[in-house]
């Protein structure tokens, strides 16, 4: 594969096996597509879920396909999953084996939020247990923001932003665990940081998207589209992060 380049500011263009191919950049690969190990937005790469399947009941991980995700109460796939919070307990589970030991953490989500009131607080993304009590992290998102939770505590970091209600996004947050430090993102910029005394720890719930998991039961359901969502076991920079809002699929490029 030869390095990609931008054509007319619109259309992304490299060649593969002696073919010129052209996409928009925010059209997803194909099904089956490998992700392109070369591609610096490949390094650290944990967890891939792109969500072109378009059907069936499990979703791929480009990194690990030996250890895909499971779709529970049936969302409706429309271009992502679409999950609607009254429509069942809508979640992915995913296997936590290589996100349960993260000491650097990047988690980056594109979604379409349908709908959030002021009494709302729902889950994108999350690796929680009741049973060990431990908060490795979850997102959620509700009407001022994102809010990020760690550790035990039911202390809650908030970003500066706001998220569009039908609109699309690239939200997501970093997490440095020796330095304490967190940075939140919402479309590819910095939407406030902070640091706290808390941790991420050792997990042995799986990994969950659409809303989040105790280990025996899911809760706080979101009303809206994801599109994909990657994990990272380093922190991205603010560069690499505003690549993956520009062109959202270029490591598979």
Request: proline letters at 4%; one cysteine or more.
């Amino acid at each position: 594969m030869t390095r990609a380049r931008w054509i007319d500011g619109v259309w992304y263009e490299y060649m593969e096996g002696g073919v010129l191919r052209r996409y928009p950049p925010w059209q997803k690969p194909f099904r089956g597509t490998q992700l392109n190990l070369a591609h610096p937005l490949a390094r650290g790469l944990v967890r891939c879920f792109v969500l072109n399947e378009f059907g069936g009941g499990k979703v791929n991980c480009a990194v690990h396909p030996e250890s895909p995700g499971t779709i529970y109460g049936s969302p409706t796939w429309t271009g992502g999953l679409d999950f609607e919070r009254d429509s069942g307990n809508q979640i992915v589970r995913a296997p936590n084996d290589f996100t349960k030991n993260l000491t650097y953490t990047t988690v980056l989500v594109g979604l379409r939020l349908e709908s959030v009131n002021a009494s709302d607080q729902q889950t994108i993304v999350s690796q929680w247990s009741t049973t060990a009590g431990y908060r490795q992290f979850i997102l959620n998102v509700e009407q001022n923001g994102l809010n990020l939770e760690l550790d035990l505590s039911d202390d809650k970091a908030y970003s500066a932003g706001e998220l569009v209600v039908g609109q699309y996004h690239n939200i997501g947050f970093t997490f440095d665990d020796p330095a304490n430090t967190h940075v939140f993102y919402i479309d590819g910029v910095t939407s406030g940081s902070g640091s706290t005394s808390r941790t991420c720890e050792t997990c042995d719930a799986d990994l969950a998207f659409g809303a989040r998991w105790s280990g025996s039961s899911s809760s706080q359901f979101f009303d809206g589209v994801i599109h994909y969502v990657y994990i990272y076991d380093r922190i991205l920079t603010a560069e690499e992060v505003a690549l993956v809002n520009r062109e959202p699929y270029c490591m598979f490029r």
